[in-house]
T-cell receptor, first 115, second 113 residues
Framework: GAGVSQSPSNKVTEKGKDVELRCDPISGHTALYWYRQRLGQGLEFLIYFQGNSAPDKSGLPSDRFSAERTGESVSTLTIQRTQQEDSAVYLC?????????????FGNGTRLTVT | KNEVEQSPQNLTAQEGEFITINCSYSVGISALHWLQQHPGGGIVSLFMLSSGKKKHGRLIATINIQEKHSSLHITASHPRDSAVYICAVSALYSGGGADGLTFGKGTHLIIQP
């Protein structure tokens, strides 16, 4: 079956521009996560959506970052006024239930380059 | 916030060797995940466990809740096992919202033929 789909796979943008990244989770998965991985670094948690609960936004690095999720489907991560330090691979994952109950399924990521 | 420590950071071994990667965390958790990140960047979930031991093929994961420690073992290692292995933990559910995962920095494993 279809896995987690992310688009675009690559995005190059100029400093100061806004970007929107999209994640289509596996159908029926209630939980959705966004992570960031800078070059040579580990995974960094950004935001977590679980069903109808308030999302955990504790990982968002600044108010330039925001994310939305429509019900239990697609999510978009928006970065406003991009900076060079935003360059990274942005990974989305979903799981059937919460992270305490079911394994994670990762997308292939969006590689963002801010010039 | 939970602190997740993995060891070793880097490991190079010969094909066929038994591999152990360790993960320690600082506060109580409800689940621990082992992930594998291939050189191309794709991430695959290997195990999710909250107690005891799980086995899948040549991979074995164990967790000791009292000691706040987990290990990932690879038996009869093969060059295709070369990857970054990542430990991630989820905090005990607080009831007011969901906590995100906390990740270790990963163990870079190279299996030489």
């Amino acid at each position: 079956g279809a896995g987690v789909s992310q688009s675009p796979s690559n995005k190059v943008t100029e400093k100061g521009k806004d970007v929107e990244l999209r994640c289509d989770p596996i159908s029926g998965h209630t939980a959705l996560y966004w992570y960031r991985q800078r070059l040579g670094q580990g995974l960094e948690f950004l935001i977590y959506f679980q069903g109808n609960s308030a999302p955990d936004k504790s990982g968002l690095p600044s108010d330039r970052f925001s994310a939305e999720r429509t019900g239990e489907s697609v999510s978009t991560l928006t970065i406003q006024r991009t900076q060079q330090e935003d360059s990274a691979v942005y990974l989305c994952a979903s799981s059937l239930l919460g992270q305490n109950n079911s394994p994670l399924h990762f997308g292939n990521g969006t590689r963002l380059t801010v010039t | 916030k939970n602190e997740v420590e993995q060891s070793p950071q880097n490991l190079t071994a010969q094909e066929g060797e038994f591999i152990t990667i360790n993960c320690s965390y600082s506060v109580g958790i409800s689940a621990l995940h082992w992930l594998q990140q291939h050189p191309g960047g794709g991430i695959v979930s290997l195990f999710m466990l909250s107690s005891g031991k799980k086995k899948h093929g040549r991979l074995i994961a164990t967790i000791n809740i009292q000691e706040k420690h987990s290990s990932l073992h690879i038996t009869a290692s093969h060059p295709r096992d070369s990857a970054v292995y990542i430990c991630a933990v989820s905090a005990l559910y607080s009831g007011g919202g969901a906590d995100g995962l906390t990740f270790g920095k990963g163990t870079h494993l190279i299996i030489q033929p």
